[in-house]
């Protein structure tokens, strides 16, 4: 058993580890249709769990990221959940970009893999874009 605060799930470790500089991974709730050719991890068991928010800071404690894309839709419908994302993001100069939820689905489909969290709040989903380390 690993003896850091590291991702203990072993697909979405080697995942990360596999991540290059602008692979594509996905964040998503419980409703976001994954693409066939995206692999899943799928941490959901019930609705609601595990959140989202919790979800992401798992993968961004390990993640180099350089951008993120939502749903534009996300502004209206869960502005709770943006203004969690921009308390995470803002500070550390990632840069936001919002796009129409049908052009977010389609720009999924080149994601190397997409975590699904037990979310059932509307839009709370991220494309984040790896960054390097150097």
């Known amino acids: 058993m690993r003896r850091n605060g590291a991702t203990l799930n072993g697909q979405l470790s080697r ?37 989202f928010l919790d979800v992401l800071d798992t993968v961004l404690g390990e993640l180099v990221v350089e951008r993120v894309t939502l749903a534009s839709e996300i502004a209206e419908t869960s502005p709770a959940v943006l203004a969690e994302l921009h308390g995470r993001f803002d500070p550390l100069g990632i840069p ?26 509307p839009y709370a989903n991220v494309i984040l874009h790896a960054g390097v380390a150097y």
């Open 15 to 51: 995942i990360i580890s596999e991540t290059g500089h602008t692979d594509l991974i996905v964040v998503s709730d419980a409703g976001l249709p994954i693409p066939k050719n995206v692999e899943r991890v799928d941490l959901a068991y019930r609705p609601g769990a595990p959140g």
């Open 96 to 121: 936001i970009e919002l796009m129409p939820h049908v052009d977010f689905k389609r720009l999924s489909l080149g994601a190397r893999a997409a975590v699904r969290s037990g979310e059932f709040t």
